[in-house]
């Protein structure tokens, strides 16, 4: 196999069509193709099904695109580590970032790591672990900072925590139920909440379950980023459900407000995850410790602002 056939590989993938790949990575039509059937050639498979709207991977494609993206992005290190030995530090770095980090400790570690590495480009994934996992898997991204849980497949990742921190219910100012002690007074509303397609049962138990408070499942409505969430909750007399840390960013804070109930919820941790079968480049090296940079000293600070955060979090480094 040779590099300009999984780079082909990969870009139909990406891009669905063969005319948009050859656009993609700069060649004519006829190169792309002739790549993927040097490749098929080689392997005795087919990787490709043509249809009328474009090209599909088959079973065998798919499974050699997990291979070349991750190789892909190896070389794509490899090259940035040569780069950075030269002296001139420069390329590209992806990394996914849980929310309400992304809204609170992010923008100053993006500046430091700015001005130590000014020539590396940053591409930042808001969202989930659900999203952040398979990119780290196949080489895509190098590192997320966001939720280490028990469902985490330890094997394929390392897990360096952060700090932990609760979970709590909120609820639009001025909500009819705001006043509420319980979360079995809560079990005839409507719910929006955000969370991954493969922990809808733990998250209802750690919601509802654990408490012994059953819900009609009608009631628990799911919105895909946490904006919709926000904008549900603030703009409806829907509750949620989010990170304690995320009350303490004053244009959340303005919209919603926590209730204060009598059970207690998830305690979760928050930690930066990279695949374990990899070493991180010099670029996810450096945002590395620009992140535990400004966690130590912002955890140490005196302003009201970073006091207000850090009450909130159990330190872990």
């Known amino acids: 196999m040779k590099l300009h056939q ?70 794509e290190q490899a090259q940035l580590e040569l780069t950075h030995l030269r002296g001139q530090t420069e390329g590209h770095l992806r990394l996914g970032i849980s929310p309400w980090m992304g809204m609170t400790l992010l923008p100053e570690v993006v500046q430091l790591f700015r001005q130590r590495m000014p020539q590396v480009r940053l591409e930042i994934f808001e969202g989930l672990m659900a999203v952040a996992l398979p990119r780290l898997r196949d080489g895509t991204m190098e590192l997320a900072v966001g939720l280490v849980s028990a469902l985490m497949p330890r094997p394929e990742f390392s897990c360096d925590p952060l700090f932990a921190y609760e979970m709590t219910v909120i609820a639009r100012h001025g909500h009819p139920k705001q006043d509420c002690r319980s979360i079995h007074d809560l079990l005839d509303q409507d719910w929006v ?29 799911r919105a ?12 409806t007399d829907m509750l949620s459900y989010c990170p304690e840390p995320m009350l303490t960013v004053p244009v959340f804070a303005e919209r919603v407000t926590r209730l204060n109930l009598a059970e207690s919820f998830a305690t979760d941790t ?23 940079q400004v966690v130590r000293r912002r955890s140490r600070s005196s302003k009201a602002d970073d006091r207000r955060l850090f009450d909130t979090l159990q330190m872990l480094i």
Request: charged share 15%; net charge neutral; hydrophobic share 45%.
């Open 224 to 235: 895909q980023s946490l904006q919709l969430m926000l904008s549900l909750t603030e703009q």
């Open 193 to 221: 909440v955000n969370y991954p397609d493969a922990n809808h049962d733990s998250f209802m138990h750690e919601l509802f379950g654990q408490h012994g408070a059953l819900i009609a499942v009608e009631h628990v409505q």
């Open 270 to 292: 928050i930690g930066i995850v990279t695949p374990r079968n990899s070493q991180p480049g010099s670029a996810a090296q450096c945002f590395i410790e620009c992140i535990l």
């Open 6 to 75: 999984l780079q082909a590989l990969v870009a139909i993938a990406d891009c669905g069509s063969i005319r948009a790949a050859a656009r993609k990575i700069g060649v004519s039509q006829t190169a792309v193709a002739k790549s993927l059937r040097e490749l098929e050639s080689h392997l005795q498979l087919p990787l490709l099904t043509r249809n009328a709207s474009g090209v599909l991977l088959t079973h065998y494609g798919h499974s050699l695109l997990l291979h070349a993206r991750q190789m892909l992005g190896q070389l």
